[in-house]
C-alpha cells in the first residue's frame, strides 16, 4: 500500500500527500475546497487507509461533540416563574 | 435594494420597542423578556445539559440586556444582540465551571505528567500539547470518578479551544459571527477549531484505548 501511495504521489502530480491531507481537512469537512481539490482529497482517501481512518475519527469527534449536548427545541417555552424572576430582577434595586 | 413593507414595519417596531425600552417602559419590557426570551433560552439550552445552567444563563443574559438597553446601537438587529450576550453569559458560568473543576486540563498539561516528566507547553505548540495530553489523559480520567461526560470534557479544554469549539460545532454559529463574539480573526477560528478537534479527538481515542485495555483485563 506504502509503495502504491508513494508512486502516485510521484507521478500524479495533483496527488495529494498524508501532510497534505491534514492541511486540506478542515476545509473538506467544510465544504470549502473546490471541485479539483475535493476529487484528489476523495481520490488520497481511497488509496490511503490511514488517511480515511483518520478523517473518519475526525468526523466522529465532532458529531459526538455535538451528542454531548442538550439538542435545544425553539419550541420549548420559558419556565413562567423564570420569567417572572426575569422581569422583576429589573425593578429590584 | 427594495425591502418589502413587511420587513420595514416589522424594523420600525423593534425600533419603537427599543425607545420604550430606553424610556423604562414596564410594559416594553414585558414584551422584550415574553417575545425574545424563548430564543434566547434555546441558545443557553443548548451549552448545557442541565437545565439549571440553562436558566442561570438566561437570567444573567438578560440583567445585562436591562443594564445595557441604553447602549444598543439601532443599526443592529435585535435578536443579534440578545444572542451575542446570552452567548457571553453562557461562556462566562462555563469559565466559572473551569475553575470550580478539580482537574483543569490547562494547568494538568503545563506542568508535570504522572510520570513527574517536566511537561511545559507554550501556547503555540499545539503538537506538543497534544502529545503531553496523551500521557496526562489517562491520569485525568482515573482521578475523576463522576461518570464521564463529553460536555464536561470539552469544558474543560484550554480556553481558546473550549470557545470555538462550542460555538462553531455546539451553536452551530457562523466564523464571522464566532469571531466576532470571541474577538479573533476569522483565520483564528478556523485554526484554533482545527486544533479544538484534533485535541479531541486525541482524547476521545485515548480514552477508547484505555476502555479496551481495561476490557482485556477483565477477560
Ligand atoms: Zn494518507
Known sequence: ?93 | MKESPSTISEQDKENQLIDKLIGNDDLAYEILVRQYSARMYAVARRFFTSDDDAQEALQKAFIQVFKKISTFNKDSSLMTWLHRITVNEALMIIRQKKRQNTLPLESFTQHYNEHGERTVFSDNSEQSLMEGLGHNIEALFEKNETKFSLNELIYQLPEKYCNVLLLRDIQEISTKETANIIGISEASVKTQLHRARLLLKSILEQKDKDRLEDNWKVN
Open chain 1, 1 to 93: 500500500m506504502l509503495m502504491i501511495k508513494r508512486l502516485m504521489t510521484k507521478y500524479i502530480p495533483a496527488m495529494l500527500t498524508c501532510e497534505e491531507i491534514d492541511d486540506f481537512l478542515y476545509d473538506f469537512h467544510e465544504g470549502q475546497l473546490s471541485y479539483t481539490e475535493h476529487l484528489t482529497f476523495k481520490l488520497h482517501l481511497r488509496l490511503c487507509k490511514e488517511c480515511k481512518d483518520y478523517v473518519r475519527k475526525y468526523k466522529n469527534t465532532i458529531r459526538m461533540s455535538q451528542a454531548g449536548f442538550t439538542k435545544a427545541d425553539p419550541a420549548e417555552k420559558v419556565p413562567e416563574e423564570l420569567i417572572e424572576v426575569i422581569l422583576k430582577s429589573r425593578t429590584k434595586k
